[in-house]
């Protein structure tokens, strides 16, 4: 099991397939439960529901609480604070379990590495966002600190900068130990919310290490009356390219004939942007 966990947290392109979880989301190993990005929700409503619905799950089941700290450790251990993370914990706290959230990075640290005066959809609009997070359409800046806020005026307990090496089960019983290099944790369940986006994704072709290929955008005001290509047809990279197309020359380049996952937003802003948009593989922003 440790093997496996350690592939998953250090795969971020993903090669094999997604892990196995049943309709509750827990996966083949009992206890350990998978929701997010890793789980098929990478929206960031949808990764919340995923959290939501987990959390009340796991609080319904008569063994949730273990009543007093003891051996016991903690009611549920959360992996990664990111949107379906951090909405699993605090609506598990707010049903009576002693939780607890490590976090490799930074709170949110995702959406944290978003390109400045990033804006965050709270897509799909036809979907009520569910559980204790606030989600509305903000600037990235603006969420991370409601965010933050949430968590401090819920008391929720989130160790950032302390990465998870190891899950173990414990000796003579259902529950886990999670092993950080601060210590080592005991929990009834573990929820693993890590994603698959904290690395940037690579093409695996020649000349993509090259100095002037880069894999993150974090400022676009830096760029400036440059001829840039913008690779990917999702909504980070038509995001991207739409900022950058401000002050630059932007080319985005994409394999299919048409952009048909991104968000109707971003399809309004990328047609304003370019006009008479034919389909194709490359088109021209000015």
Known sequence: MT???????????????????????ESNIKGLYIIGDLAGA??????MAHGNDVAEHIASLPDARSGGRGDGGWDL??????????????????????????????????????????????????TVPKGKLWLDGARKEDLIARWNQIVRDNRLDVRTEEGVTAIH???????FAV???????????VVLATGQRGNPRKLRVPGEDREHVYHRLYSPRHYSEEDI???????????????????????????????????KDNE???????????AGTRDRLY
């Open 179 to 189: 092993a950080t290099p601060k210590g080592t944790y005991a929990a009834r369940r």
């Open 77 to 126: 251990l959360v992996i990664g604070a990111g949107a379906a993370g951090l909405n699993c914990a605090l609506v598990a706290q707010e049903r009576g379990l002693r939780v607890l959230v490590l976090e490799k990075g930074k709170l949110a640290n995702t959406i944290e590495d978003f390109p400045e005066g990033k804006w965050v959809y709270a897509e799909p609009d036809s």
């Open 42 to 47: 990478p929206v960031v409503k949808l990764a």
């Open 169 to 175: 089960r414990k000796s003579g019983s259902s529950g």
């Open 229 to 263: 290509l913008v690779v990917g047809g999702g909504n980070s990279a038509i995001e991207a390219a739409i900022t950058l197309s401000e002050q630059n020359r932007v080319t985005p380049s994409y394999r299919g004939i048409e952009f048909s996952r991104i968000f």
């Open 268 to 278: 309004r802003s990328r047609s304003s942007c370019i006009g008479q948009f034919s």
């Open 3 to 25: 093997n496996w966990i350690r592939a998953i947290l250090d795969s971020p392109n993903m090669p094999s397939r997604r892990p196995e979880v049943n309709e509750k989301l």
